[in-house]
């Protein structure tokens, strides 16, 4: 199965025995994570896959209409007005292709990591949490969720106690903070396990989050001798 989107890829250097996909934000592309790699020095770093899919080019309403990279369209800034519901599914339906194409290379479900900044992070969640088999876990930075409320009738009861990882800072201008709890809120009433870390930023990954998001990564992947 070959992918509709285009990625950015770190190969492993040693055998591969486990894959990121790394979804970037509304306006970035693919490369915007690349630098992050080194930066987490992960003990299975040599048997790591990093994907970083690019988002397809769309007109973004509340940015007037520029075209840009985008996993769906916002139309207000506040950002649970006018859910573009169907565009999230569409780049969910995409994720999922690349999290199969890593399982058609040999890579269990369960050694695949979903993660995620802003738009990005929708889109890890909404995905990893319908996912049909076990993933690894899922890292939701500087996000929020608004499709929960289908997630009750959608959810996979495979993924129900996947790790989940949050991140957020409370000086967030373009997600809040407020908007980022709720998401959390929900997912916790819902039985998810989330580990919740909050930040003195703005919309943006400081050096204390990427030491956090390491921890987080090593304790799924483990050295493959």
């Known amino acids: 199965m070959t992918s509709k ?13 486990y894959s990121v996909i790394w979804l970037h934000g509304l306006g970035a592309d693919g490369h915007d994570f690349e630098g992050i ?17 690019n988002a397809p080019v769309q007109p973004v309403t509340v940015n007037g209409g520029i075209n840009m990279r985008a996993w769906y ?12 519901t169907d565009g999230i599914y569409q ?5 999922a292709e690349l999290v199969q194409q890593e399982q058609a290379k040999g890579i269990k479900p369960e050694h695949i990591l979903l993660a995620g900044f802003s738009q990005g992070g929708v889109i890890a969640l909404h995905t990893g949490l319908r996912y049909p088999e076990r993933l690894a876990g899922i890292l ?61 930023m703005a919309h943006s990954v400081c050096v204390e989050e990427i030491q956090h998001i390491s921890e987080f ?5 483990k050295p493959f001798p």
């Open 140 to 200: 939701a930075l500087s996000t929020y969720l608004p499709t929960t409320r289908q997630l009750a009738l959608e959810r996979s009861a495979a993924n129900n106690n996947v790790p989940i990882f949050m991140a957020h800072g409370i000086l967030d201008l373009v997600v809040s903070i407020e908007t980022a709890k709720a998401a959390y809120d929900s997912l916790t009433a819902m039985g998810y396990q989330i580990t919740w870390r909050d930040y003195v």
């Open 5 to 17: 989107l285009t990625t950015v890829n770190i190969k492993p250097f040693s055998t591969h025995r």
């Open 91 to 95: 780049s969910a339906a995409a994720i």
């Open 37 to 53: 790699v080194p930066e987490l020095a992960l003990a299975a770093a040599t048997n790591i896959h990093f994907i970083f899919p």
């Open 217 to 221: 990564i090593n304790n799924l992947f």
């Open 73 to 84: 369209d916002i139309a207000d800034s506040a950002l649970e007005n006018q859910v573009d």
